[in-house]
């Protein structure tokens, strides 16, 4: 494989390269499960194909080293080097807390109104947040392997039950911190 045909069989099975044998062997189901031509509703032999072929380089220990190297040449690093020179900046943190709260809302208030159909096209929230395509993926891998969203059959993005029990954790806290806030600036009526 050459630099100009490269392809990036991470992004085809959506996971990052320093998934583990477990993760990847989980992304592989999900996507040819999905794509299969048996299945109907998301049937697609060139992307169950592309899964495939991703799959059988990733999971052999030599051809994944070989493609890590292609990997790192293409991206001109290598992924585990830090991207800002190793700062540390806690703003990404918390920006990131308030993309993932929004998601989440954004999510459960899609599953209230339509339990059966809750899915969302991932586009739809990358434009409500306005990021980029990697902060996106970023987003979107942190609350999947936290068990809040999931990705349905369809292939959209959908609120689970623990996502549901996130926000409503969430929300109670909010609003007894406003309470708190509210009794500490009220006045003393004496």
Same mark, same amino acid.
Request: glycine share 6%.
């Given at each position: 494989?050459?630099?100009?045909?490269?392809?990036?069989?991470?992004?085809?099975?959506?996971?990052?390269?320093?998934?583990?044998?477990?993760?990847?062997?989980?992304?592989?189901?999900?996507?040819?499960?999905?794509?299969?031509?048996?299945?109907?509703?998301?049937?697609?032999?060139?992307?169950?194909?592309?899964?495939?072929?991703?799959?059988?380089?990733?999971?052999?220990?030599?051809?994944?080293?070989?493609?890590?190297?292609?990997? #790192?040449? &293409?991206? /001109?690093?290598?992924? *585990?080097?830090?991207?800002?020179?190793?700062?540390?900046? $806690?703003? =990404?943190?918390?920006?990131?807390?308030?993309?993932?709260?929004?998601?989440?809302?954004?999510?459960?208030?899609?599953?209230?109104?339509? #339990?059966? &159909?809750? /899915?969302?096209?991932? *586009?739809?929230?990358?434009?409500?947040?306005?990021?980029? $395509?990697? =902060?996106?993926?970023?987003?979107?891998?942190?609350?999947?392997?936290?068990?809040?969203?999931?990705?349905?059959?369809?292939?959209?993005? #959908?609120?689970?039950?623990?996502?549901?029990?996130?926000?409503?954790?969430?929300?109670?806290?909010?609003?007894?911190?406003?309470?708190?806030?509210?009794?500490?600036?009220?006045?003393?009526?004496?």
């Amino acid at each position: 494989m050459s630099g100009d045909d490269f392809v990036d069989y991470y992004q085809i099975l959506q996971v990052g390269p320093t998934c583990n044998a477990k993760t990847l062997e989980a992304a592989y189901r999900h996507l040819a499960k999905m794509y299969h031509p048996d299945h109907p509703d998301t049937a697609d032999s060139t992307k169950f194909n592309e899964v495939i072929a991703a799959y059988k380089v990733l999971r052999n220990h030599d051809k994944r080293a070989k493609y890590d190297q292609l990997y #790192a040449e &293409k991206h /001109g690093k290598h992924w *585990f080097e830090p991207a800002s020179g190793g700062d540390i900046d $806690d703003g =990404h943190a918390l920006n990131d807390a308030e993309s993932h709260a929004k998601i989440l809302m954004y999510l459960y208030n899609k599953r209230r109104e339509n #339990a059966q &159909k809750a /899915g969302v096209i991932g *586009f739809y929230l990358q434009d409500l947040l306005k990021c980029s $395509d990697e =902060h996106f993926e970023f987003h979107k891998w942190y609350l999947k392997e936290k068990g809040l969203i999931a990705i349905t059959e369809q292939g959209t993005l #959908a609120i689970t039950i623990e996502g549901v029990d996130h926000v409503i954790a969430m929300s109670r806290t909010t609003r007894a911190e406003k309470l708190l806030i509210a009794q500490a600036t009220a006045p003393d009526d004496e």
